[in-house]
C-alpha cells in the first residue's frame, strides 16, 4: 500500500533548517515538532485541516483558548506561539506565504519567578565539609560540582565538554553553548590543575574527540545521572526545593552579581542571547541589598 502524504508536508523542511543551519539541539527540536503536530492535529480536528495559506488568527487563538481551558501554564503557551512564530516566519521566508496569522496574536504574560539559588555558605560547606568517595565516581562527581559552580555551565555544555576544548595556558575553557555559540570561559590555576590530573588518570586512554568527564568504564556521563548526583550532594547543604545543574547555574550567576560583577560580563558567561535574561539576577542582587539595608540601618 503506498503510504499517504503528509497533510502538511511543510512541517519537515522547517525542522530540517532549525536542524542544520540553526543547529538546535535534538531536545529543542522534538519541542518544535511537538508544538507543530499538536496544532496541526487540532486543526484537523476542529477545521478541516485547511492549508497553510489558509491559516488565520482566529485558528490559532482557537487553539490557545482550549489549551488555557485545559489549564496550561502560560509559560507553556508561550513556549508554542514561538514556535509557531518560528514556523510562519520561516514559510515567509521562502515565499510560501505573504503574511504570518501571528501577527495579531499575543502571548499571555508569564509571573516571573526569582531564580533559586544555594547560600554562598552551603556552596562553601559543600566543597570544604561533604566527603566525596575515594574512587573513580566520587573525583567525577566532586570535579562536575565544582566546575558547574566555577562557570555557570549548562548541563549539556558540560557533559560534551571535550578535552580539545581546555586552554591550560590561559587558564580558560572554549565551550559550544546554544545554536553551537562559542564562548571563553575563565577558570582558578588550581581547577585547571585539578582538570588536567582527571584527564591524565581515566580509565580509559582518550580518544580524539574524547569528552572530558567519564564514568568508570570510561563512557560518556548521562544526563540523568549527573541530575541524581547533583540532587544528591545538594540535599546535605540546602533546604531550596529544587536541587540540579541548573540550580548550580543560578547560584553561580547570582554570587557573581551579589559580590559585585558587571551584568554584561554575566551575560557573557552565561551565553544569553539578550541582556533581558540576565537581568532576573538583579532582583537578586536588590533583595541582597534590602536584607542588608534592614539589618544594618539605625532607622530600618
Known sequence: MPVPEPLYPQIEPFLDHLRYEKRYSPHTLVSYRNDLEQFFAYLGSQFESPPVSKITA???????????????????????????????????????????????????????????????????????????????????????????YATGMRLSELIGLKE?????????????GKGNK??????????????????????????????????????????????????????????VQKKSPHILR?????????????LNAVKELLGHSSLAATQVYTHNTIEKLKEVFNKAHPKA
Do not use: C
Open 164 to 176: 580539545s576544548q581546555l586552554d591550560p595556558s590561559n587558564t580558560q575553557l572554549k565551550v559550544l
Open 182 to 239: 562559542e564562548r571563553i570561559l575563565p577558570i582558578s590555576a588550581d581547577l585547571m590543575k585539578e582538570i588536567r590530573q582527571y584527564v591524565s588518570e581515566k580509565p580509559v586512554r582518550s580518544a580524539e574527540g574524547a569528552t572530558v568527564f567519564v564514568n568508570a568504564k570510561g563512557g560518556p556521563l548521562q544526563p540523568r545521572m549527573v541530575y541524581s548526583f547533583v540532587k544528591q550532594y545538594l540535599t546535605l547543604v540546602t533546604t
Open 250 to 262: 543560578h547560584s553561580f550567576a547570582t554570587h557573581l552579581m551579589n559580590n559585585g560583577a558587571d
Open 58 to 148: 482566529m485558528f490559532v487563538r482557537s487553539w490557545l483558548a482550549e489549551m488555557k481551558e485545559d489549564e496550561m501554564s502560560s509559560k507553556s503557551i508561550n513556549r508554542k506561539i514561538s514556535s509557531l512564530k518560528s514556523f510562519f516566519k520561516y514559510e515567509m521566508k521562502t515565499g510560501n506565504l505573504d503574511q504570518s496569522p501571528m501577527v495579531t496574536v499575543v502571548a499571555p504574560k508569564v509571573s516571573k519567578r526569582l531564580p533559586v539559588f544555594v547560600e554562598e555558605k552551603d556552596m562553601a560547606t559543600l566543597f570544604a565539609h561533604v566527603s566525596f568517595s575515594d574512587d573513580w565516581k566520587g573525583r567525577t562527581e566532586r570535579l562536575v560540582l565544582l566546575l558547574f
